[in-house]
C-alpha cells in the first residue's frame, strides 16, 4: 500500500507545471541546475546514522539536531546556508544542518519512510500534495499549541496556498507571481505616455506596435503571447476567467471570461496569420532568459513575468529601457489589475521527523525573522510576511515596488485542489493548443473541454 501511495503522489507533484518547483520557477535568478546525483541518499544515509546520536545529544545536554532539506544550489543554496547559520548562532538548543535536495522522488521516498528530515522546503503545490498523503504535520495545530498566530504575520493568501480545507500544513517562505513588463521607448514610439490599465488598451497598443518584414514575419510583437506559461495562464486571469470555481473544486473551462481572452487571442494570431505569430513565438521560447531574450533585444513591447526578470535584464540587456505595472484588468473588471498565479515555497515538517520542536523553532525562524529578509534578498524572491510588504530594504529591490503592490491586492489566483490537477493541466494545455494552432475556435475546444472535465476528480 506504501509503495502504491509513494508512486501515486510521485505521478502528480512530478506532472505539475509551477512557477516554484523546485523553489526557481521559470527561474529566480535563473533556472536552478540540478542537484548531484546521490545527494539525496547522502542525506537519507546522514539521518538514519544520526537518529540515536540525537538522543544522547540531548540528554548530555549538547544540542539537539535538526536535518533540513531545501530545493536551492550554487548562490542561492549559499544564502539558506547564512540563515541556518544565523539561526544556531541566535540560540543554543538546535543545531540545524542543512542540505541541498532537488530530488522529488528522494524527498517522496524519505517523507514516506523513517529516514525523512525535520523539516523541508518544497513548493506549496508539493506540501498540499504531502498533506493529501498524510506526510507532512498540521501547522495550524503546532501554531495553535504555541500562541503563534499566522494571521497576523503571513498574507492570506500565501497561508491559503498551504491549507487544506482550514488547515495550514505549510509555513510560507517565498511567493512568486508575475506581473507585466513593458518597453518604454516602444511605448513612447507608438504615441503613448503609460502603460495600459485595460487589455482592451493592451490590444490597441499590441497592434500600433507589431511590426513585420515585407514577406509578413513577424519582426517585432505587441502582444505578450510569450512565456507560454504567462501566455497561457495570466491572459486569461486578466480577464477574469478561471479553469475552476472558487470553491477550489468546480472545473469551469467553458468560463466566459475565459473565451472573451481567448477571442482577443485569436483576433491577433489572424491578423498577423496564426503561422507568422507561431513562428515568432517558438524563437521566442528558444532564446528566452539568454543574452538573445527577444525582450532583451528589444523585440517586445509587453512581456508577462516575474521579478527575476530584472536581474536578467540587468545582465544580458542593460541597454533596454523598460518598466513595470500591474497586470491589466479588463474595461467590464478593472478591479482585476494585478490578477497573476500565486505560488510560495514553504517550509513542511514530516510526520516521521525525529525532532519536531527543533523544526518547528526552525521554521519560524526561517519564514519570519531578519534573517528571512536577508535570505529573501539574496535569492530575489518576495515576502509572503505582511510586516515586510512594507520593509524599505525590500520595496527597495529591482521592481519589487510594483510586485508587492500586487500582492497587496490578494488577487493571486491558485490551482484548484483536486486529485486530478495534473490531468486537468494537461487536458488545458492540450485544447489551448487545438485553439492558438486555429484547429478549433475557442467555443468549441473549451466545450469539449468541459465535457472531458466531468470525468476528473
Not at 28 to 49: I, M, V
Not at 138 to 162: R, V
Not at 238 to 252: I, K, N, P, V
Amino acid at each position: 500500500m506504501k509503495r502504491k501511495l509513494v508512486a501515486g503522489l510521485l505521478a502528480v507533484v512530478l506532472t505539475l507545471g509551477t512557477l516554484t518547483g523546485c523553489g526557481s520557477s521559470e527561474g529566480t535568478k535563473g533556472e536552478t541546475a540540478p542537484a548531484a546525483e546521490g545527494s539525496a541518499d547522502a542525506a537519507e544515509a546522514e539521518t538514519a546514522d544520526t537518529a540515536e546520536a540525537e538522543n544522547a545529544e540531548s540528554a548530555s545536554g549538547e544540542r539537539e539536531k535538526v536535518v533540513f532539506w531545501y530545493s536551492h544550489t550554487n548562490e542561492e543554496g549559499k544564502a539558506f546556508e547564512e540563515t541556518i547559520k544565523a539561526f544556531n548562532e541566535s540560540q543554543d538548543k538546535y543545531e540545524v544542518e542543512g542540505l541541498s535536495v532537488m530530488d522529488k522522488q528522494k524527498i517522496i521516498v524519505a517523507l514516506a519512510g523513517s529516514e525523512a528530515p525535520d523539516v523541508v522546503e518544497v513548493s506549496n503545490q508539493d506540501i498540499i500534495a504531502y498533506a493529501n498523503s498524510g506526510l507532512v504535520e498540521s501547522i495550524s495545530d503546532m501554531a495553535e499549541a504555541d500562541g503563534y498566530d499566522l494571521g497576523s504575520i503571513y498574507a492570506a493568501q500565501a497561508l491559503n496556498s498551504n491549507a487544506v480545507g482550514d488547515v495550514v500544513y505549510g509555513v510560507p517562505f517565498a511567493s512568486q507571481i508575475i506581473q507585466m513588463f513593458y518597453n518604454k521607448d516602444i511605448l513612447e514610439e507608438i504615441g503613448y505616455s503609460e502603460p495600459p490599465k485595460t487589455m482592451e488598451e493592451l490590444y490597441e497598443m499590441a497592434e500600433k506596435a507589431t511590426e513585420v518584414d515585407a514577406d509578413g514575419n513577424i519582426t517585432r510583437l505587441g502582444y505578450p503571447l510569450f512565456p507560454l506559461a504567462s501566455a497561457r495562464q495570466e491572459l486569461i486571469y486578466a480577464f477574469g476567467g478561471r479553469w475552476w470555481s472558487e470553491d477550489g473544486q468546480t472545473l469551469t473551462p467553458d468560463d466566459p471570461l475565459i473565451l472573451d481572452s481567448l477571442n482577443m487571442n485569436m483576433k491577433f494570431r489572424e491578423k498577423y496569420g496564426v503561422e507568422k505569430v507561431q513562428a515568432f513565438v517558438a524563437s521566442a521560447n528558444t532564446n528566452r532568459y539568454t543574452e538573445n531574450d527577444m525582450f532583451f533585444a528589444g523585440k517586445q513591447l509587453f512581456r508577462f513575468d516575474g521579478p527575476w526578470l530584472a536581474t536578467m535584464a540587468a545582465d544580458w540587456g542593460p541597454d533596454v529601457n523598460y518598466g513595470v505595472a500591474l497586470m491589466p484588468g479588463t474595461e467590464a473588471n478593472p478591479d482585476l489589475l494585478g490578477s497573476s498565479r500565486y505560488e510560495t515555497n514553504s517550509l513542511g515538517i514530516p510526520v516521521v521527523a525525529n525532532n519536531k520542536a527543533g523544526a518547528w523553532e526552525f521554521a519560524k525562524f526561517f519564514t519570519n525573522s531578519e534573517a528571512t529578509k536577508e535570505t529573501l534578498m539574496a535569492i530575489g524572491n518576495l515576502p509572503t510576511t505582511l510586516e515586510l510588504y512594507e520593509d524599505p530594504d525590500i520595496l527597495g529591490m529591482p521592481n519589487f515596488e510594483v510586485f508587492v503592490e500586487a500582492l497587496k491586492t490578494e488577487n493571486g489566483v491558485q490551482y484548484p485542489k483536486i486529485a486530478d490537477l495534473a490531468k486537468y493541466t494537461s487536458l488545458i494545455e492540450e485544447y489551448l493548443d487545438y485553439v492558438y494552432n486555429g484547429i478549433k475556435t475557442p467555443e468549441e475546444a473549451m466545450s469539449e473541454l468541459a465535457e472531458q472535465a466531468k470525468i476528473l476528480q
